[in-house]
């Protein structure tokens, strides 16, 4: 019942911006898109989300399409710790029961 | 920054034995989660709590778990009688209301 299909893996050199696509053509109007990422095996590692606006922050940029059918998350000046799986994921924001569904992201390795 | 914070970081019982797993989840957050992470394989959604109650709970989330909120800083997720297959990474998370989970850097917890 997955709601997102992203790649299974990329790479790309460091300092160099990192793209990673995702597909969520099925989103609704009230779910939100949330980027995650998973070091090793720490915790996951809440990174940016929004609706339908792009926005920034100090970690990311997330780019949705007009017609909220993709994403894109940009890591402008990707490091050898960005490496990791990074999970994009539609969330209903809503009270007690807006969970996180996580598929099997995409693998992102920072090549030196 | 205030984080989610887990013990043990790794635990290891027999096949049987009854397991506590503790979190102390961001002091003014509301909801609190608990997913697991079979090694090699995806971040499972267990259960949900809000006011002091489940909220929702996965197919995972059989008779032998229960969460329990004791006082007003841990958040317990208990194993009644481990099997080998629970074996996995747990996941504790914590949110406000309309804002990201956040993870604690979860325990490992191998049954033999």
């Known amino acids: 019942d997955a709601k997102t299909t992203q790649p299974t893996s990329m790479d790309c050199a460091e300092g160099r911006a990192a793209n990673l696509p995702c597909n969520h053509s099925t989103i609704s109007g009230n779910e939100y898109v949330y980027w995650y990422r998973q070091i090793h095996s720490q915790g996951p590692q809440y990174i940016i989300h929004g609706l339908k606006n792009n926005e920034t922050n100090e970690m990311a940029s997330l780019i949705i399409t007009e017609d909220r059918k993709s994403s894109t998350l940009i890591l402008p000046h990707a490091t050898l710790r960005d490496t990791a799986v990074y999970y994009c994921?539609?969330?209903?924001?809503?009270?007690?029961?807006?969970?996180?569904?996580f598929g099997k992201g995409i693998t992102l390795s920072v090549r030196p | 920054e205030p984080e989610v914070t887990q013990t043990p970081s790794h635990q290891v019982t027999q096949m049987g034995q009854e397991v506590i797993l503790r979190c102390v989840p961001i002091s003014n957050h509301l909801y609190f989660y608990w997913y697991r992470q079979i090694l090699g394989q995806k971040v499972e959604f267990l259960v949900s709590?809000?006011?002091?109650?489940?909220?929702?709970k996965s197919e995972i989330f059989d008779d032998q778990f229960s969460v329990e909120r004791p006082d007003g800083s841990n958040f317990t997720l208990k194993i009644r009688s481990t099997k080998l297959e629970d074996s996995a990474m747990y996941f504790c998370?914590?949110?406000?209301?309309?804002?990201?989970?956040?993870f604690g850097n979860g325990t490992r917890l191998t049954v033999t």
């Open positions: 709590f809000y006011n002091n109650e489940i909220s929702e």
């Open positions: 998370a914590s949110s406000d209301h309309n804002s990201p989970l956040h």
């Open positions: 994921i539609v969330r209903v924001l809503t009270g007690a029961n807006s969970k996180l569904t």
